[in-house]
């Protein structure tokens, strides 16, 4: 049976919802799973650890439309040392916007660099609301999909789901902000001080 790498890209990978997507996929697979979060230090050893897996799974939030920065500089790391057999490399994303296709420009990137550098591309799962989602009654429906991910990838092959809460945009922007002015407030930061564009001081 396959054996699965899972590389959570996020840059707060520790405490990252990344990480809690990471877990939900390890427990719905039945193939056997390792979990590494990429830090500065260990690109090299995350590409010598890929030489012992048939697929990769990556797990990040999208920044500024695209892959954060912490994943981008470990796959250039990668493309300079890449496995010496076929991997498939998959991906479950996540953003905070309502809408899943919000992270489609990043699959993109990453299905060319795929196609650039050797590797096969594999499913997908696209997430919206990622920052809420899990804390509600329709984390079921994520738990639905990351359970097709994992079979598809146990079957190799290359599928695309998506999902998000089934809320109305403006139903989610007031959910949204009423749970960000309470995350405030519990921080010591006010609705007021949020609006701005002062981030520190």
């Known amino acids: ?3 699965i790498m899972i590389i959570n890209g996020s840059p707060r990978a520790p405490k990252s919802n990344s990480k809690r997507y990471a877990e939900l996929f390890a427990k719905a697979c039945p193939a056997e799973t390792e979990y590494f979060a990429v ?17 990769v799974l990556l797990v990040f939030p999208l920044y500024a439309d695209g892959i954060p ?14 496995p010496q057999h076929p991997v498939r490399i998959s991906v479950m994303i996540n953003c905070g916007f309502l809408e899943p296709e919000q992270n489609d420009i990043a699959v993109k990137m990453l299905r060319l660099y795929c196609r650039q550098n050797g590797f096969a591309s594999g499913s997908v799962l696209q997430i919206g609301s ?13 738990r639905a999909k990351i359970k097709r991910l994992a079979a598809a990838m146990l079957a190799g092959q290359e599928r695309t789901w998506k999902v998000t809460m089934p809320l109305s945009k403006g139903l989610f922007l007031k959910a949204s902000t ?10 010591g930061v006010t609705k007021e001080q949020m609006a701005t564009m002062q981030i520190e001081g």
């Not at 830090?39 to 697929?55: G, I, P, Y």
């Not at 990622?130 to 994520?142: C, D, K, M, N, Q």
């Open 1 to 3: 049976m396959a054996k």
């Open 39 to 55: 830090r500065k230090t260990n690109h090299l050893a995350l590409c010598c650890a890929m030489q012992e897996v048939s697929d």
């Open 69 to 82: 920065v912490t994943l981008m500089r470990f796959l250039d790391t990668l493309a300079q040392n890449t």
């Open 130 to 142: 990622g920052e809420a989602i899990l804390s509600t009654p329709f984390r079921i429906l994520v």
């Open 178 to 187: 009423r749970y960000w002015v309470s995350y405030g407030k519990r921080n």
